[in-house]
């Protein structure tokens, strides 16, 4: 009875709502150790957290004119796809499916599940079993919503945006009483130089830069804002300030509170810290933490799906992803196409590991795009953008990228080494399947006409079960 096409629902509140929850997640919680581990001590990890930030809002600032020169949703893909063209898209996006979605999904999936664990089995460690049931069912939940509903899916990510900005006000506050009254014996000798070693630096920023990792988010649903022109960099902006100044805050309550042996025992800081700090709270702000997790789950669904059905629209994946539910205008297919992958990585995963894995090719992939906005520039002087940062933010920001992923081969040689054979072995894959100037007798060596009857018969029923079709309407 009416047009199918994904609807313009995210407000500027709805996208500012997207970002901050996208942002502030499981990162915070567990990026702590992480950092400190790697920065060697409290004053060097205290710079890797504000280069950090500033480094996103640099990274968000390109994104920002991407997003006015560029109409369609997709993010990261279809600036790549536009600018720098079709191979390096398809090998982020083969990338981003195999390794860097489900791992990130992974991650903030396992720490949902210990934070909403650890008040019951406190003070001894929850069980690495229950901990992965729970996360697989928090993951489902989300699933299940974003394939039922745009508006309630929005609507969530709003309300757990306020719950997020409470957790981070229940670690501030405590800390910051503290350190006024003259609690600073954790940050003697805070840059201590002999502990720092550069080559572990990378692995200190991308556990930092996973934690900011979100100020895109908006990229992914450019097709579904009001007044995208407006509100991307107006949101984008005020929210990576937000999360600066909330991040740098925390970590100086973390280290008030908490000395560097104790973060770096710590199975989850901010539980920790609640122990040591505000006892009363200690079955309440788990609770909060998992409830940002559960909302950047959401946010993560929300917009990779826009990934997956761009990617099919534009004939880089199977065409059944690129269909909407011809009800609920959710596009069902491709939100429901990642669980296999992360049920996998939850059930045999750990965080930190994790994090280094998909670390490596999602930052080479951000630094491509940004080198992209540089390359769109030169190619299309005539094109007015009613967003424009000055050029050395690119370039700084894509030199830095590029820099850090390959240092990062020094300083984790195994998971950054699978990380690339993951892109890389999306190259065979573009020229077999994708790359279309191929000889008939090639295609035919390769694409028997079974298979492509099989295709279109199996695409066809699956069609008719999850009740989908084509986009009527062009959005973009």
Not at 326 to 348: G, N
Request: charged share 10%; hydrophobic share 50%; glycine share 6%.
């Amino acid at each position: 009875e009416e047009a199918i096409f994904l609807r313009k629902k995210i407000t500027l509140l709805r996208a500012f709502s997207l970002l901050i929850g996208s942002m502030v997640g499981s990162g915070i919680f567990i990026s702590p150790k992480g950092v400190l581990k790697n920065s060697g001590s409290v004053g060097f990890s205290l710079v890797v957290w504000f280069s950090c930030g500033l480094l996103s809002m640099f990274g968000a600032l390109c994104y920002a004119e991407l997003g006015t020169r560029i109409t369609k949703s997709g993010g990261h893909y279809i600036y790549i796809l536009e600018t720098l063209g079709p191979l390096p898209s398809f090998l982020f996006l083969w990338a981003e499916f195999f390794a860097i979605r489900p791992a990130n999904s992974a991650v903030v999936s396992l720490a949902f599940g210990r934070y909403l664990l650890e008040p019951f089995f406190a003070p001894c460690a929850a069980p690495v079993p229950a901990v992965k049931l729970v996360s697989l069912l928090g993951y489902y939940t989300v699933l299940t919503l974003n394939s039922w509903s745009v508006t309630w899916s929005a609507r969530l990510q709003t309300a757990l945006s306020v719950v997020k900005l409470l957790a981070l006000a229940l670690i501030i506050v405590p800390g910051m009483m503290l350190l006024a009254q003259g609690h600073t014996e954790h940050f003697q000798d805070a840059f201590d130089r002999q502990s720092l070693v550069l080559d572990k630096l990378p692995l200190a920023f991308y556990a930092g830069m996973f934690a900011y990792s979100g100020w895109f988010q908006t990229s992914f649903v450019r097709e579904e804002l009001v007044k995208p022109e407006r509100n991307i960099p107006l949101a984008v902006i005020v929210s990576v300030i937000t999360v600066i100044v909330g991040y740098m805050l925390t970590n100086v309550s973390y280290y008030t509170v908490l000395g560097t042996q104790d973060v770096l025992a710590s199975p989850a800081v901010a539980v920790s810290f609640v122990q040591r700090a505000f006892k009363s709270l200690i079955s309440v702000v788990p609770v909060l933490v998992a409830l940002s997790c559960f909302g950047t789950m959401n946010g993560g669904i929300f917009t990779f799906s826009r990934t997956l059905f761009v990617a099919s629209r534009e004939g880089q994946w199977p065409p059944l992803f690129s269909m909407i539910h011809i009800r609920r205008h959710t596009p069902l297919p491709a939100v429901m196409l990642m669980f296999p992958l992360v049920t996998a990585m939850v059930c045999i995963g750990d965080i930190y590991h994790l994090l280094n894995f998909f670390s490596f090719s999602r930052w080479l992939f951000i630094g491509l795009a940004t080198l992209g906005l540089i390359v769109h520039r030169h190619r299309h002087p005539e094109l007015h953008s009613p967003f424009k940062v000055p050029l050395f933010v690119p370039v700084s920001f894509t030199i830095i990228c590029l820099f850090t992923v390959a240092m990062s081969f020094y300083s984790d040689p195994v998971n950054i080494s699978i990380g690339c054979t993951m892109v890389l072995s999306g190259f065979p894959v573009y020229y077999l399947i994708i790359h279309r100037q191929m000889s008939a007798r090639c295609r035919n060596l390769f694409y028997p006409s079974f298979f492509s009857t099989l295709s279109d018969y199996l695409t066809h029923k699956l069609q008719l079960l999850l009740e989908v079709v084509q986009q009527e309407i062009k959005t973009y």
